[in-house]
């Protein structure tokens, strides 16, 4: 819940699911312009809804995880994820990684500086 409190004080609309049922429900009733999610989230089968999102849509969709395993990484990214960010990790880049994802999506360009 902190995160999604971080994410809304940044200025960002955010929608929490908890279950398998509720995200997929969810996918029909809204059309996001990202999902965060946690691999480790009770009765959530996180390949099964990357797959759901991917057949439907090409929205940026960032993994959270504490898992160090680079098997998972490679599955988690083979089933349709964009970027994932270890546990623990700092709100300022995580911040950074939504930003520069959404903007890729929307298709804008940033001037040099």
């Known amino acids: 819940m902190l995160l999604n409190r971080t994410l809304e004080l940044e200025g960002y609309d955010t929608v929490i699911v908890v279950d398998y049922d ?14 965060i999610m946690d691999t480790y989230l009770p009765d959530i089968d996180c390949l099964k809804i990357l797959d759901i999102i991917r057949e439907h849509s090409d929205i940026p969709i960032i993994v959270i995880t504490a898992d160090n395993e680079l098997e998972t990484l490679r599955t988690v990214f083979a089933h349709g994820a964009d970027d994932f960010i270890r546990k623990p990790f ?14 890729r999506y929307h298709g804008e360009i940033l001037a040099p500086s």
């Open 22 to 35: 509720e995200a997929v429900a969810m996918l029909d009733k809204i059309k996001p312009d990202m999902v």
């Open 90 to 103: 700092g709100v300022k880049p995580f911040i950074a990684r939504i930003k520069a994802k959404l903007r």
